[in-house]
């Protein structure tokens, strides 16, 4: 008995494992990959310059 | 009239109501004012009309804490103060440098900037200044300023012939003032010390120092340690709360149009922190100085722009090549936060020729400091970025967290605090007359009253505060 909930646990916690990733995944759905709703003026800091994200383009 | 030694004067039987020590910009412009009023006052100075390094030596000392310039160098002792060497760079305090920042402990002053403007045109004729333009928002958070170079006017040069032809005016040269003496209500006299030695004790019914932003915490310091607290009986303060205009280059600039700005004679622009911006981050003000930089500077800036943006370096190079870019370098000088344990103290080892103990001085740039640095500098490149008039780069030493570097400007030569001005005995020296507080008859002249610095040049706002000191003077006199 004890072995067998120790196995439905570590099978259990290997799912967790699995689904966690996945679900975090749906959780931030991923960057718009269209460019036309980047912010093109948002204001980004990169090696020190103060720059417009479009100055990246 | 100019006397070259005590001695001379003291042949001349002038019979002075008020007595200024030191003849800079602050104890000149009293004077003047004074005997205006046709109030006989003496102006003692400790050193000559000409620069020499035996008197220079008396200003020796020591710094502790940051990098700071010798205290001999960062001042001179003559004849018109260090005014024989200012830069004559000139704007008065802004009205919100005189308010308090809930941010900030310990900002705000007893008077506010309506206080001193009666004063303002006298200060443009005395320094020579044409009127300042209004101040220029250029975003929410950044506005333009303008500092204007003035012909720097030497205060001894300028009033030498006006002084000598006074009769109401007698300044004695070579004439050091080494002490008050104070018996807790009424400054007494002060000991002179004059010709490598001393010279007795002088007497007038009031007593004005003007020794500078340095000095005046020193003389006070020793004579009330002399007089047994008898010269500034509320003392916790003396020495206290000194300031100065921390000055760094922090970054640079590619400018889309240099002439977008007003620029001065130099070339120059000055930028500041709208009041809504300080509050909202919760800075001190700041002063960003544009200076145009040599056309290889913006070569080296593309280029390094080049590994961030290379389409944005590509399309500026073209510009560049067509001369419709610039660079510019950016330096920064910032508002220090007011702190009691940035102070003067006295020596306890080293003393000057006539036994004075030199300054030590304890002095330390604070971590609000740093966050105005930074965000000064943030805030000046998001608008220009916004605005799409130029993109900047803050240096690496500032991004990286690095220490300050010890080899630039480091700070203005502004010699602020040490005998500030307020209502509370515990946290200032003069009242907002700059009447010494629990003292019938000493006041102080000069940057050593301010309760905070701002971030524009102290001159033009001791030379406002002195006509308005001299003023007082003379009406409570008449009285
Ligand atoms: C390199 C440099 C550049 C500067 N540039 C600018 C600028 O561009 N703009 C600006 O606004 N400010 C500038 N300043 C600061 C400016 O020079 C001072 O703010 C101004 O001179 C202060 O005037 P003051 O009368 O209070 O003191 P001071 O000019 O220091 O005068 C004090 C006088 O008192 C005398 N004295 C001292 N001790 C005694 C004593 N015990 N008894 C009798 N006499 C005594 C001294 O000899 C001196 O003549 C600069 C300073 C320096 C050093």
């Known amino acids: ?57 | 009239m100019i006397f070259d030694s005590y001695e001379g004067y003291k042949q001349a039987g002038f019979k002075p109501k008020v007595c200024i020590l030191g003849s800079g910009p602050a104890g000149t412009t009293i004077a003047r004012k004074l005997g205006a009023a046709g109030i006989p006052v003496v102006v003692l100075e400790a050193g000559s009309r000409e620069f020499s390094d035996e008197s220079q030596d008396f200003y020796r000392g020591k710094t502790v804490g940051d990098f700071y310039f010798d205290l001999d160098i960062t001042r001179l002792r003559f004849m018109g103060g260090s005014s024989n060497h200012w830069a004559g760079w000139c704007r008065v305090l802004d009205r919100q440098d005189f308010e308090p920042k809930a941010w900030a402990p310990d900002t705000g002053w007893p008077i506010s900037r309506a206080d001193i403007e009666p004063y303002l045109k006298e200060v443009h004729d005395i320094l020579e200044l044409p009127d300042f333009r209004p101040d220029v928002p250029v975003s929410d958070d950044i506005r333009w300023v303008q500092l204007i170079k003035s012909p720097a006017v030497r205060f001894g040069e300028k009033f030498a012939d006006e002084l000598d032809r006074s009769k109401n005016i007698a300044v004695v040269l070579n004439t050091y003032a080494t002490e008050l003496i104070g018996d807790g209500k009424r400054v007494t006299g002060a000991k002179v010390w004059s010709n490598g030695q001393d010279a007795g004790t002088f007497s007038a019914d009031y007593f004005v120092t003007c020794t500078g932003g340095l000095e005046n915490s020193r003389l006070l310091l020793w004579s009330n340690e002399r007089s047994n607290g008898g010269v500034v009986p509320n003392a916790a303060a003396l020495g206290r709360y000194w300031m100065e205009h921390p000055t760094f280059e922090g970054g640079n600039a590619i400018l889309a149009n240099y002439s977008e700005f007003e620029v001065d004679a130099s070339n120059e622009a000055f930028f500041s922190p709208t009041l809504a911006a300080m509050e909202r981050l919760q800075i001190m003000n700041f002063g960003i100085r544009l200076i145009e930089s040599p056309y290889p500077n913006v070569k080296k800036l593309i280029a390094d722009l080049a590994c961030t943006a290379p389409n944005m370096a590509e399309w500026m190079s073209s510009q560049l090549d067509q001369r419709l870019r610039c660079a510019a370098q950016l330096y920064v000088a910032w508002e220090q936060a007011p702190l009691a344990s940035n102070q003067i103290e006295l020596s306890k080892t080293d003393v000057d020729h006539a036994g004075v103990p030199r300054i030590e001085l304890h002095w330390k740039k604070s971590p609000l400091e740093r966050r105005t640095l930074i965000e000064g500098l943030k805030l000046f490149g998001t608008t220009l970025a916004q605005k799409n008039l130029g993109r900047v780069r803050i240096d690496d030493w500032i991004s990286n967290g690095a220490d300050y570097p010890t080899n630039e400007e480091t700070a203005g030569h502004h010699h602020m605090g040490g005998t500030r001005m307020g209502t509370d005995v515990l946290k200032s020296v003069v009242d907002a007359n700059c009447k010494v507080h629990g003292m019938a008859n000493l006041y102080v002249g000069g940057s050593s009253v301010f309760c905070t610095s701002g971030q524009c040049n102290p001159t033009t706002t001791i030379t406002a505060l002195a006509c308005r000191l001299g003023e007082h003077l003379g009406k409570v006199i008449a009285v």
């Open chain 1, 1 to 57: 008995m004890s072995r067998f909930i120790r196995r439905i646990s570590r099978r259990a916690i290997v799912q967790a494992l699995i689904t966690l990733p996945a679900l975090s995944l749906f959780r931030n759905p991923p960057a718009p990959a269209n460019p036309d709703e980047i912010d093109r003026d948002e204001i980004v800091e990169i090696n020190g310059w103060i720059l417009r994200r479009s100055d990246l383009a």
